[in-house]
């Protein structure tokens, strides 16, 4: 049954036969057949089949629910009952938005693993939208994330302080400038992250209160990743809003080059994110972990 649940959970997932059997290491008609007998098992339909396509009933839904929940369950058994024992092992569900886990998670990741080495970690790589989502899901257990939004099933914890920079190439016209005023903003032509992005959507409320509108930028590009805002600006003479912790290579080999921008600092948080009034021991062994590493009080 367990089994059966897990091909239910993962056909579910990825809404594709083949890709769970991939996955699973099984075959596709094994996976064919679990599902199969699920639904003779209960009666019911847990997917609808259009051509190569499925989608989730009613009854699937709803199955996959309180499947996340049984093994969301399973996994706080394996822990629990392994820190009696002093050992101290399980599977622990992160996400972390763009930039956190491209630049500021991966040594503390490492750290982690060095004491814990019985611990798995499965990071999953998103905007904070995105990463919100997973945690409301039940498909993390703890997320960390960048953004002004705030959910209130959510329990948000300031993690870092980080500022947002404006970022050109240095062979940019417009380093030659003495001073940029706020108002010089609406003549340069700017690469963003894209809708759901923690950062756009600081940028966005940063702006606002100064009384510029993102409408009122030139935004030639909109990009999915620091990484490739990087690049394109490297190519480009358009500038960007760039966290201070990602650019410390480019400014250092003199590639990237921040503008001072008279009367506007972008500061934030990241916030370490776990659903409210619920976190387990595992979860609650690397908040601390993460705490001791930037010596926060979480």
């Known amino acids: 049954m367990d089994f059966r649940l897990k091909v239910f959970f993962t056909v579910a997932i990825r809404l594709s036969f083949t890709k769970a059997a991939k996955e699973l290491f099984i075959t596709q008609p094994a996976v064919s057949k679990h599902i199969q007998e699920l639904e003779e098992q209960y009666k019911i339909k847990f997917f609808d089949r259009n051509g190569s396509k499925i989608s989730l009933t009613k009854a699937g839904e709803l199955l996959l629910q309180h499947t996340k929940n049984i093994f969301e369950v399973y996994r706080e058994i394996d822990f629990d009952l392994s820190a009696l024992i002093n050992q101290q092992r399980g599977l622990l569900r992160l996400g972390a938005s763009t ?19 019985e611990i798995s970690i499965n990071l999953l790589n998103g905007n904070t939208e995105q ?34 920079v404006l970022v050109c190439n240095s062979n940019n016209h417009l380093i030659q400038m003495e001073t940029i005023g ?28 100064f009384g510029i509108i993102l409408s009122q930028l030139t935004i ?6 620091t990484e490739s805002i990087k690049s394109y600006l490297m190519n480009s003479d358009c500038v960007a809003f760039i966290s201070i912790h990602a650019i410390d290579k480019e400014l250092k080999n003199n590639e990237l080059v921040i ?5 506007l600092v ?11 009034g619920k976190t387990n ?18």
């Open 266 to 276: 972008i500061e934030r948080f990241f916030y370490s994110i776990t659903l409210q």
């Open 99 to 117: 930039t956190i886990s491209q630049y500021i998670i991966p040594p503390l990741l490492a750290r982690f693993h060095q004491k814990l080495q």
């Open 131 to 164: 990463i919100e989502n997973a945690l409301l899901n039940k498909e993390i257990e703890v997320g960390i994330v960048e953004g002004q939004s705030k959910n209130q099933s959510i329990k948000y914890t300031e993690f870092l302080k980080d500022e947002l």
């Open 182 to 209: 706020l108002e010089d903003l609406k003549s340069m032509r700017f690469v963003m992250r894209e809708r759901g992005s923690g950062t756009l959507e600081v940028i966005e409320y940063a702006l606002k209160s």
């Open 259 to 263: 503008l001072d921008v008279d009367n």
């Open 220 to 225: 030639e590009m909109q990009l999915g990743s």
């Open 281 to 298: 021991l595992l979860s609650e062994l690397f908040l601390k972990h993460m705490s001791s590493h930037y010596n926060l009080k979480l």
